[in-house]
T-cell receptor, first 114, second 115 residues
Framework: KAGVTQTPRYLIKTRGQQVTLSCSPI?????VSWYQQTPGQGLQFLFEYFSETQRNKGNFPGRFSGRQFSNSRSEMNVSTLELGDSALYLC?????????????FGPGTRLTVL | DQQVKQNSPSLSVQEGRISILNCDYT??????FLWYKKYPAEGPTFLIS?????DKNEDGRFTVFLNKSAKHLSLHIVPSQPGDSAVYFC??????????????FGKGTLLTVNP
């Protein structure tokens, strides 16, 4: 069974631009969660999607948004990029969401904002 | 507000010895605790978990202890191996509206096991 895949793996953008990151969960998994990892803050929860619906959201500004498609693939969008958005963005999938507690993470997308 | 704290950014131990990684939390509503291991350039991988109704869970070389009164948990690795060198994240789960859960992670501890 293929694992969680994220594309692209690396991305360089400039301030003010927008970016879209993609995540393909493990086949059969319906829940996709997104996290931001920075050296100073560790892993911070962005949002979770289940069956195309956002059912949980972290404390991030509205510039961070996401969506999930009918095949469970998910995209995350960040608009009007700021230097502080430079981070590793991780996607995690699970069969039933966090009620089942086990999540499988992708390798992440490293975003650098110049 | 850091609800899950890993106060040691790094830990270095000798191969064969015990590694003890610590985690403190502040929210008594957490009902499940997990440890993840992360190698560079890879996503975190699930290691071991413990329900808040238990005080110990063991899986091979890995044991997690939970002290609810102190709001403290620890991960013990015995014996430590060089391949255990990684960043270890402590995470806690709680209900966040209806039947939905949210995971809160600590900032991680870098474990280095020296041969």
């Amino acid at each position: 069974k293929a694992g969680v895949t994220q594309t692209p793996r690396y991305l360089i953008k400039t301030r003010g631009q927008q970016v879209t990151l993609s995540c393909s969960p493990i086949s059969g998994h319906r829940s996709v969660s997104w996290y931001q990892q920075t050296p100073g803050q560790g892993l911070q929860f962005l949002f979770e999607y289940f069956s195309e619906t956002q059912r949980n959201k972290g404390n991030f500004p509205g510039r961070f948004s996401g969506r999930q498609f009918s095949n469970s693939r998910s995209e995350m969008n960040v608009s009007t990029l700021e230097l502080g958005d430079s981070a590793l963005y991780l996607c995690a999938s699970s069969a039933m969401g966090l009620a089942g507690h086990e999540q499988f993470f992708g390798p992440g997308t490293r975003l650098t904002v110049l | 507000d850091q609800q899950v704290k890993q106060n040691s950014p790094s830990l270095s131990v000798q191969e064969g010895r015990i590694s003890i990684l610590n985690c403190d939390y502040t929210n008594s509503m957490f009902d499940y605790f997990l440890w993840y291991k992360k190698y560079p350039a890879e996503g975190p991988t699930f290691l071991i978990s413990i329900s808040s109704i238990k005080d110990k869970n063991e899986d091979g070389r890995f044991t997690v202890f939970l002290n609810k009164s102190a709001k403290h948990l620890s991960l013990h690795i015995v014996p430590s191996q060089p391949g255990d060198s990684a960043v270890y994240f402590c995470a806690a789960r709680k209900l966040s509206g209806g039947s939905n859960y949210k995971l809160t992670f600590g900032k991680g501890t870098l474990l280095t096991v020296n041969p």
